[in-house]
């Protein structure tokens, strides 16, 4: 079993910026992927960035350029740095854990970007 605690969601105004980070704990191999998605209402969670164990990022379209993904292997621990903020940006954000084909998922964290 794995456990994810996020934090670093908020309210921030457009233009701002914030930092997600999601620590993971339990049993936990060398080989795995972490990675943040968001959903809205109404829309099916997305994703927005991940960083396998080999540090290699895969983001999407809306994040590139604004967004950062790095993460901290000793301590299990993935960052989002978020840049740029726009309104559309909100929406509450989840972390993600996948290891040996099993996929954990944080409680998830509110963001929003408004003024």
């Known amino acids: 079993q794995v456990q994810l605690v996020e934090s670093g969601g908020g309210l921030v105004q457009p233009g701002g910026s914030l930092r997600l980070t999601c620590a993971a704990s339990?049993?936990?191999?060398?080989?795995?992927?972490m990675g943040w998605y968001r959903r809205t209402p109404g829309k099916q969670r997305e994703l927005v960035a991940i960083i396998p164990w080999d540090g290699r990022t895969n983001y999407a379209d809306s994040a590139k350029d604004r967004f950062t993904i790095t993460r901290d292997s000793a301590k299990n621990t993935v960052y989002l740095q978020m840049n740029s903020l726009k309104p559309e940006d909100t929406a509450v954000y989840y972390c993600?854990?996948?290891?040996?084909?099993?996929?954990?998922w944080g409680q998830g964290t509110q963001v929003t970007v408004s003024s």
């Open positions: 339990g049993t936990i191999f060398r080989s795995y992927t």
């Open positions: 993600n854990f996948a290891q040996l084909g099993t996929t954990y």
